[in-house]
């Protein structure tokens, strides 16, 4: 069982009748993450699901633990039960039961198990690792809780796992370069840190939200922005900034990606 399993599970004992959206809140973990683990717990048997009405006036599932898996049964209402001892049932062992269902894995479970024994991979074919649309999503938006601890490096779309990035070999590319190395200096220009706290690049976020037509007019606005500003603030770096954006906007006739 993970650890998000885990800790959903307590956390509806504690608190039934939590809709998803409120575990999510709670444990502050994605919501999609929270939907798929319901989804295959229900499916085991470790939790139960009820369909109750929303603040929003919409139909929704609230959770709560099955009584069996605690080890007892709660009592028939209306019942008098005289001690503690006539409460408790042991559970009853099937001898015909069917064996357990292997886990279904959670997305960040494939993205840990396709980044293991890996240099660096991209975003797009971690997207496909994990079972997301390249153009729809980013993997940080999965991984942004192990990228923020240090489990997860991420340079621009370049991915590695932190164990691997001591035996990472030099970049025979000028695109590979960009893979985050724990050493690596700062870089103002290709990665940042105001655009990536949270461990997700603001770019990855326009990409997800923008249509593509927008975003070819975020890349052109950008362009004029650092030629006007170059000569007046940072030069040579400003220069290099509206390079980017004047190589991004050139190639936005297919799928942008870092």
Not at 113 to 125: H, R, S, Y
Not at 195 to 217: C, H, N, Q, S, V
Request: charged share 25%; with cysteine; glycine share 6%.
């Amino acid at each position: 069982m993970s650890k998000y399993e885990q800790d959903i599970i307590n956390l509806v004992r504690q608190q039934p009748g939590l809709r998803a959206v409120q575990i999510s809140d709670k444990l502050d973990i994605d919501l999609d993450i929270v939907e798929n683990i319901l989804v295959t717990a229900t499916r085991q048997g470790n939790l139960l699901a009820s369909k109750v009405i929303a603040p929003n006036k919409l139909e929704a599932d609230a959770y709560k633990v099955n009584p069996s898996i605690l080890g007892w049964v709660p009592a028939v209402q209306g019942e008098k039960v005289k001690d503690q001892e006539q409460t408790t049932v042991k559970p009853v062992e099937n001898v015909a039961a069917k064996p357990a269902q292997a886990k279904e894995p959670t997305r960040i479970d494939k993205a840990l198990a396709f980044l293991e024994g890996k240099k660096q991979v991209t975003a797009e074919d971690l997207c496909t690792a994990m079972g997301l649309e390249p153009n729809k999503y980013s993997p940080a938006q999965y991984l942004s809780r192990l990228i923020n601890d240090g489990t997860v490096l991420k340079r621009g779309k370049w991915y590695c796992l932190a164990s691997e990035a001591d035996d990472l070999a030099a970049p025979d590319t000028t695109a590979q370069k960009a893979v985050l190395l724990t050493k690596q200096e700062h870089d103002p220009v290709n990665t940042p840190q105001h655009y990536t706290a949270g461990g997700i690049e603001f770019i990855d976020i326009l990409r997800a939200k923008l249509t593509p037509e927008e975003l070819r007019g975020y890349f052109k606005g950008n362009v004029i922005k650092y030629v006007i500003r170059a000569e007046l603030k940072d030069g040579l770096q400003d220069y290099q900034k509206c390079a980017r954006y004047a190589n991004w906007l050139a190639q936005s006739e297919t799928p942008v990606t870092r």
